[in-house]
């Protein structure tokens, strides 16, 4: 079955860093663009970071400086580096392609 699957959640303390991973399992990112979206309870999904095939990236203003999509195709991988993590960054992450979404994984923020 052709799905995603990140890995790279935990707990950190603020100011703390981590990197997310989104594995293509029974496919490659090689056709389009993935995006990392986040959801807090009782907030709606958002759009954290989006990457091209080619490289071409967006970021939210609220993680601009701080996180860095990344993808590398030959293993058929996308990133989220997280830099200086905030509290506000608690959420449960989610990898996209555009046409599937992943499982998603876990992401505290907190002292």
């Known amino acids: 079955q052709v799905r995603l699957v990140e890995s790279g959640g935990g707990l950190v303390q603020p100011g703390g860093s981590l990197r997310l991973s989104c594995a293509a399992e029974g496919s490659i990112f090689s056709i389009g663009a993935v995006a990392w979206y986040r959801q807090a309870p009782g907030k709606q999904r958002e759009l954290v970071a989006r990457?091209?095939?080619?490289?071409?990236?967006i970021y939210d203003d609220s993680v601009k400086g701080r996180f860095t999509i990344s993808r590398d195709n030959a293993k058929n991988t996308v990133y989220l580096q997280m830099n200086d993590l905030k509290p506000d960054d608690t959420a449960v992450y989610y990898c996209?392609?555009?046409?599937?979404w992943g499982q998603g994984t876990q992401v505290t923020v907190s002292t």
């Open positions: 990457i091209t095939t080619s490289g071409f990236t």
């Open positions: 996209y392609d555009f046409s599937r």
